[in-house]
């Protein structure tokens, strides 16, 4: 029987490679590795899609494609502006209640930093990271203030009205956290250089074509104070180093890693993310983003280190059909050769994803 192809090859850095710490001495360890793509049969292919059409379907009656076009920034305004007053049931729907545990994680992490918190969260939506690190720094006495940009006027109107309801029309919270709301552009942020000790993305890079998406990741260097975080948590292709757990068949298993990236391409990529939500891949960014530098007015060169990073085939109602990212970046000064290593890393990226 002949076999198929499931989408194309899968670029990806491997293990050695995904820190780009200030540390790299020889070229040779960026060279980039292919996931060759799966094989499987007609029937194979006809099953998997057949196994996830009742959940497109579901998923299509309960949150209906608005249209437009994926990542264009008119079309993704139009599509917050439709959806802003519904946006907490939905998007809850879509992610089976997980983006609840990603903003959570994300909260938790940035109030354990030590410090005032001075925090930026950005594609903040209907403020729902916001809320989790406010309710998190209730919990843990801890004061400062915290920046909520989003580029929908629509989505921040509900956001205010939603946090006023859970913590008062006052802007602080027991008088010792600031909250503000502001529309804005991550790709081009309205603050000073070094304004921020942290800076949060959740679900919310992939709103962000490639390679528009690294100007995000350059500004939050760029308001980053040295040695401050910036969490990114989002939706990732799927890996075959970290594959999903399936109902009744387990873990692993090229059949099964195959049915992954086959529900990726067909399912979760244009129709969750694309047709529902605007999104497109945010892969490229997660990837690649970490390999931004800036060089400041003073003459220095700032880069990123990993702190954390993890990938996880995530399950929709027992299904591993959202494989997720996180990961937790540290602003470090970095040399000019490695400036020009990681400028070379992405130059060689761009032609990959050209």
Same mark, same amino acid.
Request: with cysteine; net charge neutral.
């Given at each position: 029987?002949?076999?198929?192809?499931?989408?194309?090859?899968?670029?990806? !850095?491997?293990?050695?490679?995904?820190?780009?710490?200030?540390?790299?001495? $020889?070229?040779? !360890?960026?060279?980039?590795?292919?996931?060759?793509?799966?094989?499987?049969?007609?029937?194979?292919?006809?099953?998997?899609?057949?196994?996830?059409?009742?959940?497109?379907?579901?998923?299509?009656?309960?949150?209906?494609?608005?249209?437009?076009?994926?990542?264009?920034?008119?079309?993704?305004?139009?599509?917050?502006?439709?959806?802003?007053?519904?946006?907490?049931?939905?998007?809850?729907?879509?992610?089976?209640?997980?983006?609840?545990?990603?903003?959570?994680?994300?909260?938790?992490?940035?109030?354990?930093?030590?410090?005032?918190?001075?925090?930026?969260?950005?594609?903040?939506?209907?403020?729902?990271?916001?809320?989790?690190?406010?309710?998190?720094?209730?919990?843990? $006495?801890?004061?400062?203030?915290?920046?909520? !940009?989003?580029?929908?006027?629509?989505?921040?109107?509900?956001?205010?009205?939603?946090?006023?309801?859970?913590?008062?029309?006052?802007?602080?919270?027991?008088?010792?956290?600031?909250?503000?709301?502001?529309?804005?552009?991550?790709?081009?942020?309205?603050?000073?250089?070094?304004?921020?000790?942290?800076?949060?993305?959740?679900?919310?890079?992939?709103?962000?074509?490639?390679?528009?998406?690294?100007?995000?990741?350059?500004?939050?260097?760029?308001?980053?104070?040295?040695?401050?975080?910036?969490?990114?948590?989002?939706?990732?292709?799927?890996?075959?180093?970290?594959?999903?757990?399936?109902?009744?068949?387990?873990?692993?298993?090229?059949?099964?890693?195959?049915?992954?990236?086959?529900?990726?391409?067909?399912?979760?990529?244009?129709?969750?993310?694309?047709?529902?939500?605007?999104?497109?891949?945010?892969?490229?960014?997660?990837?690649?983003?970490?390999?931004?530098?800036?060089?400041?007015?003073?003459?220095?060169?700032?880069?990123?280190?990993?702190?954390?990073?993890?990938?996880?085939?995530?399950?929709?109602?027992?299904?591993?059909?959202?494989?997720?990212?996180?990961?937790?970046?540290?602003?470090?000064?970095?040399?000019?050769?490695?400036?020009?290593?990681?400028?070379?890393?992405?130059?060689? !990226?761009?032609?990959?994803?050209?």
């Amino acid at each position: 029987m002949k076999k198929m192809k499931t989408g194309g090859p899968l670029f990806r !850095l491997t293990n050695k490679d995904v820190v780009p710490t200030i540390e790299y001495v $020889n070229p040779s !360890l960026l060279d980039l590795i292919y996931d060759p793509p799966f094989v499987v049969t007609k029937a194979e292919r006809d099953l998997i899609l057949a196994l996830i059409w009742p959940l497109k379907k579901y998923l299509g009656v309960r949150v209906p494609p608005i249209g437009g076009v994926p990542g264009e920034q008119s079309d993704v305004d139009a599509l917050y502006k439709e959806r802003a007053a519904d946006y907490l049931e939905l998007h809850s729907l879509t992610t089976d209640g997980a983006d609840d545990q990603w903003r959570r994680w994300a909260a938790e992490i940035i109030v354990a930093q030590s410090g005032m918190i001075n925090h930026l969260d950005l594609f903040t939506g209907v403020g729902s990271t916001a809320r989790e690190m406010l309710t998190a720094c209730q919990k843990c $006495n801890r004061v400062g203030r915290i920046v909520a !940009l989003d580029h929908s006027p629509e989505m921040l109107k509900f956001a205010e009205a939603i946090t006023e309801r859970m913590f008062g029309r006052t802007a602080f919270v027991l008088n010792e956290i600031q909250r503000q709301w502001m529309r804005g552009d991550a790709t081009k942020l309205n603050f000073s250089g070094q304004s921020f000790q942290s800076i949060s993305a959740v679900c919310g890079i992939g709103a962000i074509d490639y390679p528009r998406v690294l100007q995000v990741y350059e500004e939050a260097l760029r308001v980053l104070k040295p040695g401050g975080i910036f969490i990114v948590t989002e939706m990732h292709r799927p890996r075959r180093s970290e594959p999903g757990v399936w109902p009744m068949f387990g873990q692993g298993g090229e059949f099964l890693q195959a049915a992954e990236s086959l529900v990726w391409e067909s399912y979760t990529l244009p129709f969750a993310l694309g047709e529902l939500w605007g999104w497109v891949d945010p892969t490229p960014g997660e990837e690649v983003g970490p390999f931004t530098t800036i060089t400041d007015s003073d003459g220095k060169h700032w880069g990123w280190r990993i702190e954390y990073q993890r990938f996880e085939a995530m399950p929709w109602r027992g299904i591993p059909v959202m494989p997720y990212y996180w990961g937790i970046l540290r602003k470090v000064p970095i040399k000019q050769r490695h400036v020009n290593l990681r400028s070379a890393v992405i130059d060689s !990226l761009d032609l990959i994803t050209a």
